[in-house]
């Protein structure tokens, strides 16, 4: 598959690839292509991928974060006694990949992490999503989230995240040691 992409690129069909992985070993094989330009992977504070992210850094390629808000689990607005509607993606019937929520509701396990770094991520007067986000700025340079929106109020509320700037280092080995990570 990458040869294909490196043709096109010869071919001038495309300026430059990118390869959307969660594995390291996928993720290594296209970022040594010469025009690869970035690997998409889930990455948020709660469901770090440190390997598919030194590849990033190593090869000097965008890391695009699928998934920065942990489906929304990471705007603070889900709580243990919320369901999800029939028609969302969260809800019942909900794919086998969907670990933030089972059968409509959050997942207890994911709700109990995100709980433990809730104070840090709001710290500064940032919403929760906003400190999710924030965290991804300072986990890499290389980072580019991509945060899901239904609303224009959530597309505002992301940008404002930037007015904030990336967590500090003391913040983010907090969150390391309560995510027991450290």
């Known amino acids: 598959m990458r040869e294909t992409l490196e043709a096109l690129v010869k071919a001038g069909k495309i300026r430059a690839y990118g390869w959307s992985t969660d594995f390291p070993d996928r993720a290594e094989v296209f970022a040594q292509g010469p025009k690869c330009t970035a690997i998409q992977f889930q990455l948020n504070v709660l469901d770090?991928?440190?390997?598919?992210?030194?590849?990033?850094?190593?090869?000097?390629?965008?890391?695009?974060?699928?998934?920065?808000?942990?489906?929304?689990?990471?705007?603070?607005?889900?709580?243990?006694?919320?369901?999800?509607?029939?028609?969302?993606?969260?809800?019942?019937?909900?794919?086998?990949?969907?670990?933030?929520?089972?059968?409509?509701?959050?997942?207890?396990?994911?709700?109990?992490?995100?709980?433990?770094?809730?104070?840090?991520?709001?710290?500064?007067?940032?919403?929760?999503?906003?400190?999710?986000?924030?965290?991804?700025?300072?986990?890499?340079?290389q980072t580019i989230p991509i945060p899901g929106f239904r609303t224009a109020k959530q597309v505002e509320e992301n940008a404002r995240a930037m007015q904030f700037g990336p967590l500090t280092p003391e913040q983010m080995r907090q969150i390391d040691v309560l995510l027991k990570r450290a």
Do not use: H
């Not at 409509?104 to 929760?128: C, F, Y």
């Open 48 to 141: 770090d991928n440190p390997a598919v992210l030194a590849i990033c850094e190593r090869y000097n390629l965008a890391a695009i974060n699928r998934g920065p808000l942990a489906m929304g689990l990471l705007t603070g607005k889900y709580t243990a006694e919320m369901k999800a509607s029939a028609d969302d993606v969260r809800g019942e019937k909900s794919p086998e990949w969907m670990k933030y929520f089972a059968d409509g509701r959050p997942n207890p396990e994911w709700l109990a992490k995100r709980d433990a770094i809730r104070e840090i991520l709001a710290s500064g007067g940032r919403t929760v999503a906003q400190g999710a986000l924030a965290w991804l700025w300072a986990r890499s340079p």
